[in-house]
């Protein structure tokens, strides 16, 4: 029995790494290559599988994209939901808005910064290609989710100005720490991360307090 149990779980750890090689080894390649010029043959070849392999545990490139997408946010591909993270439940744990707003913007410039080899791929070429529109509007919704969160959390717990909407606090929230401005800040305002971590800061301070 305990042996049984043993190549079990030796068995779901190699097949847990070859998952994480091929999603790695995608990413890099539409990172390099562009999405739709890379194929699964290459993908498989970079990753240590087969073509049939890549097609059995993923089903396709959209697939691969939005698993490479996810790795590359959290930074592992550990099965831990994002709110049960440390650094998300550091902010949990924030006992003045100074400490919630500069956790929350720590947060978003971590999360970005492992992010920035992906989005010019994303926000740069999504008008043309289908599978990474959707990937955009995808993440989006879900850093709606997490704003509002946040949002609820900030308002419950008194750390913003008086008489503010959690919803309308989460748009803001979702607006300022948007891809796109990210990109634009530290693309073509001259901003490096620590910069863009000062700004959301900032600005989140200004919108909210």
Not at 86 to 104: H, I, V, W
Not at 155 to 181: C, F, I, K, M, Q
Request: glycine share 8%; charged share 25%.
């Amino acid at each position: 029995m305990s042996t049984r149990r043993y190549d079990n779980r030796g068995r779901t750890d190699a097949a847990r790494v070859s998952r994480r090689r091929v999603l790695e080894a995608a990413r890099d390649l539409f990172v390099a290559n562009g999405y739709a010029r890379t194929t699964i043959a290459e993908i498989a070849r970079a990753g240590q599988v087969s073509p049939q392999t890549v097609y059995a545990v993923f089903g396709g490139k959209a697939a691969l994209l939005k698993g490479a997408y996810d790795i590359t946010l959290a930074g592992d591909d550990e099965d831990v939901p994002m709110r049960d993270r440390p650094e998300f439940q550091r902010l949990a744990r924030a006992t003045s808005t100074d400490e919630l707003l500069n956790g929350y913007a720590a947060l978003a410039r971590s999360i970005l910064a492992r992010l920035r080899p992906m989005l010019p791929l994303i926000y740069g070429t999504r008008a043309v290609e289908p599978d990474l529109d959707e990937l955009a509007l995808t993440a989006a919704q879900e850093r709606r989710f997490g704003a509002h969160a946040f949002a609820t959390h900030a308002v419950s717990g008194g750390y913003l100005r008086p008489g503010l909407d959690a919803e309308v606090v989460a748009d803001l929230v979702w607006v300022l720490n948007a891809p796109e401005t990210y990109l634009l800040l530290t693309r073509s305002g001259g901003l490096d991360d620590d910069g863009y971590q000062r700004w959301l800061e900032g600005a989140l301070r200004v919108a909210l307090t």
